[in-house]
Every structure is written in C-alpha cells, then in structure tokens.
C-alpha cells in the first residue's frame, strides 16, 4: 500500500514540473536538422505540425539564438534537396507562432546567397516572403 502512495506521489510530482517550451522546440529542431543532415528522409511536415500543437512562449535570447541556427541549416539543406517550398513555409510559420521572434532571427543570420537561392528558387514558397515580412515586423518590448 506504501509502495502504490509513494509512486502516485511520484506522479503527482512529475506532472507538477513545469515543461519548457522552448527546448522542445529546440529538440524538435534538431533532430530533424540532423537527419536530413545524415542524409535521411525527414518529414518536415509533421515536425511543422508538432510545432503547430507547442503552444505560444518566452524564448530566451540563447535557445532562440540556437533555434535560428538549426532552422537555417535547414533551410539550406532543403534548398539544395529541392524539397517542396509550402512545406519549408510552413514550418517557418510554426517555428514563429511557438518561438515569435525566431524568424526575425533567422533572417539576420542567413547567408546573402540562400537568401537569393530562396528569391530565385520558383518551388521556395514564399519563404523569402515570410522572412522578409519577419523582417519588417515592428516588436515593441514590453516592460
């Protein structure tokens, strides 16, 4: 009987432990980076609608930093795999609804030549358009 409060207790516990987001995100990230990387087939679609269903939050400078970095990397990749651009967008959009700021930082880091290859790419979907837009976007701190 001691032995069945003690793991309820344990549960209880474990359930009470905030979850961060953002290394979720991060996580997610990854390790689709790193398998198209190595050259495996990586679903980016159902890691967009992973992304869909993270809710909104706070990402620190480091993790969106970090973020931006892998998704840059696969964007790359992606280009030169010549995967669909809607796809691409997709989880460019995701990325940003579950870590805003992210694609902002995105396109600050992105190499002058991908983002041509991305203007010039006709199966890019609109993923210059969202950076672009990332861009321009006016962020007011809250204090």
Excluded: H, W
């Excluded at 996580?27 to 087939?41: K, M």
């Excluded at 280009?79 to 460019?92: A, M, P, S, T, V």
């Excluded at 006709?122 to 358009?129: E, L, M, Q, R, Y």
């Amino acid at each position: 009987m001691r032995f069945v409060l003690f793991l309820l207790s344990l549960c209880f516990l474990a359930l009470a432990v905030p979850l961060r987001r953002d290394t979720d995100v991060l996580s997610l990230v990854s390790v689709l980076n790193e398998g198209l990387q190595n050259g495996q087939v990586s679903d980016i679609s159902s890691v967009s609608q992973s992304l869909a269903s993270l809710p909104s939050t706070a990402v620190t400078g480091d993790d969106r930093a970090q973020i931006a970095i892998q998704a840059v990397t696969i964007i790359t990749v992606s280009l030169d795999k010549n995967i669909d651009g809607n796809k691409l967008r997709e989880f460019i959009v995701n990325l940003e609804k579950c870590a805003p700021g992210v694609s902002k930082e995105i396109y600050r880091i992105m190499n002058v030549g991908t983002v041509a290859k991305l203007r010039a790419s006709s199966s890019s979907g609109g993923v210059a358009t969202v950076l672009n837009q990332a861009e321009l976007k006016v962020v007011i701190p809250v204090v």
